[in-house]
């Protein structure tokens, strides 16, 4: 079993049809798919990956301190001064490195193209993030549009959008620390993912199996989140997600979230509701992210209870 890969590009042709029911698939049966010809020029996922890697480089030494080496360290210490050690594992640690970006926060400048690197990929995934918006408009039966609106308020909120670049380096005891990023479904909208070509461990939860996301050369892998859930009223659904360590691997990725305004309203679309499963509630995004910083490694439906209390 694999995530579906669609070939984006078929949007503009004669296979427009298919190329939209296979984007419906991939909403609707696995919450993820790969984009290829998503349209940002693979030279500029070079230079990238070239001005990310670099920025790991220069962070290595702070990952030495980092919350995750310090538990494991205390970890290995206790089992080498008991005799008899039941072992304990670290299951509340993510094993990775990570800092956002955002329009207004500050930003390495090491490497020197970094900023300007990164600024023009935000601009490339915005409106690729954008695009796929209008096409689940149109495959929920949506004026075009709808999504995008509703996220911001009538156009007049600025949408959350957030860029999370992650380094997973290489894990010394993976019998202590399973995981590089524990599971977990999205709090926001459309999640638009550039992931390491080589290095795998980015698994989803498809009928009770985590299945990979197989690295695919300058793909785009795309999900949904749980907002995107409630407006299409449950046809589809934000998947679970998780990033395996690994001992020999340093993992790159870079996702971008494209979500609601905090004070957007969020609800599910009526038109949307044809053949939807679920009963959600009305509430600011903002409430959810109150809720969601709390409850992120749990599952998502105590969520929606919690901030239907809020209102
Ligand atoms: O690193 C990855 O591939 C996935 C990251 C992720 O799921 C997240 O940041 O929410
Ligand atoms: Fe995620």
């Known amino acids: 079993m694999a995530i579906p890969v669609i070939d984006f590009s078929k949007l503009e042709g004669e296979e427009r049809a298919k190329a939209l029911a296979q984007i419906a698939n991939g909403c609707e049966e696995w919450g993820f798919f790969q984009l290829v010809n998503h349209g940002i020029p693979v030279e500029l996922l070079e230079r990238v990956k070239k001005v990310c890697?670099?920025?790991y480089k220069n962070r290595a030494?702070?990952?030495k301190d980092s919350r995750p080496v310090q538990l494991l360290d205390r970890l290995v210490q206790e089992e080498e001064e008991k005799e008899e050690v039941e072992k304990k594992k670290l299951e509340d640690v993510d094993w990775e490195d990570v800092f956002v970006l955002e329009d207004d926060n500050q930003w390495s400048s090491h490497p020197p193209q970094f900023k300007e690197t990164m600024k023009e990929y935000r601009a490339e995934v915005k409106k690729l993030a954008e695009k796929l918006m209008e096409i689940m408009d149109e495959n929920l039966g949506l004026e075009k549009g709808t999504i995008r609106s509703r996220f911001t308020g009538g156009g007049h909120l600025r949408p959350f959008f957030g860029t999370k670049v992650s380094h997973y380096p290489p894990c010394?005891?993976?019998d202590l620390v399973e995981l590089g990023l524990r599971p977990h479904t999205d709090a926001g909208g459309v999640i638009v993912l550039f992931q390491d070509d080589h290095v795998g461990g980015l698994q989803v939860l498809k009928g009770g199996e985590?299945?990979?996301v197989q690295p695919l050369a300058d793909?785009?892998?795309i999900n949904t989140g749980d907002q995107i859930e409630v407006l299409s009223n449950g046809r589809y659904k934000s998947a679970w997600h998780r990033v395996l360590a690994t001992s020999d691997g340093n993992r790159r990725s870079i996702a971008t979230f494209y979500n609601p305004a905090a004070q957007a309203t969020i609800s599910p679309a009526a038109e949307a509701a044809g053949d939807g499963t679920g009963t959600y509630p009305?509430?600011?995004f903002g409430d959810y992210m109150d809720v969601y910083v709390k409850q992120k490694y749990m599952t998502k439906e105590p969520r929606f209870e919690a901030v239907k209390?809020?209102?």
């Open 309 to 311: 209390a809020v209102n």
């Open 210 to 212: 985590w299945v990979d």
């Open 53 to 55: 890697n670099e920025c």
């Open 61 to 63: 030494e702070g990952f």
């Open 219 to 221: 793909a785009i892998v």
């Open 282 to 284: 009305e509430f600011l």
């Open 172 to 174: 010394p005891r993976l």
